[in-house]
């Protein structure tokens, strides 16, 4: 069965430096999405991109973050300048089009910021 | 924006018992509400769902009901089995593409 993949599994960095996750949505997917799960908390909506711009942004999603869809596989969510508060499990996840909004979610990578 | 409310927030019940878990969403114009089911440190995994046009899903111990009058959706397990114990997240969204706006999520326990 097809799978979400994020890469890596486990990040930790400094305060104040820029993280990159990466994620390979499933093949013929076209919405992607970020979410993310502060321990033992809701998952949270981050931002969804379809067409190779961004569809909605919650209000975490704020001028230190952004995404990208580099190449025709990736799909890849940028913290600028990390703060303490950014530590969570992030998700991608990716769903079909149209009647489908079925969410398909990756297994996550857990980010600590220290 | 939309708000899910989602009740209890733990769930016990004994092995070979039900188990019911509410949510309530705030805009009526959501149609589509899934439920994920995330064992400890792994993803969430999709177990049913339903949209707008149905009032009921069934898919083997796990049932769905939908009120849009009221704006309320449950989950039903019945003859629970430990391995369903995990949290459960019910979530609701507009359109396909938009997002999709989770509960607080319910811890369930089926003990043995």
């Known amino acids: 069965e097809p799978e979400v993949t994020q890469t890596p599994s486990h990040q930790v960095t400094q305060m104040g430096q820029e993280v990159i996750l990466r994620c390979v949505p499933i093949?013929?997917?076209?919405?992607f999405y970020w979410y993310r799960q502060i321990l033992g908390q809701k998952v949270e909506f981050l931002v969804s991109f379809y067409n190779n711009e961004i569809s909605e942004k919650s209000e975490i999603f704020d001028d230190q973050f952004s995404v990208e869809r580099p190449d025709g596989s990736n799909f890849t969510l940028k913290i600028r300048s990390t703060k303490l508060e950014d530590s969570a499990m992030y998700f991608c996840?990716?769903?079909?089009?149209?009647?489908?909004?079925?969410?398909?979610f990756g297994s996550g990578t857990q980010l600590s910021v220290l | 924006g939309e708000n899910v409310e989602q009740h209890p927030s733990t769930l016990s019940v004994q092995e070979g018992d039900s188990a019911v878990i509410k949510c309530t969403y705030s805009d009526s114009a959501s149609n589509y509400f899934p439920w994920y089911k995330q064992e400890l440190g792994k993803r969430p995994q999709l177990i049913i769902d339903?949209?707008?046009?149905?009032g009921e899903k069934k898919d083997q111990r796990i049932a769905v009901t939908l009120n849009k009058t009221a704006k309320h959706f449950s989950l039903h397990i019945t003859e629970t089995q430990p391995e369903d114990s995990a949290v459960y997240f019910c979530?609701?969204?507009?359109?396909?593409?938009?997002?999709?706006?989770f509960g607080k999520g319910t811890t369930l326990s089926v003990s043995s």
């Open positions: 979530a609701a969204s507009f359109q396909a593409g938009t997002a999709l706006i």
């Open positions: 996840a990716s769903s079909e089009i149209l009647a489908d909004e079925k969410l398909f």
């Open positions: 093949s013929n997917h076209l919405y």
């Open positions: 339903i949209r707008s046009n149905v």
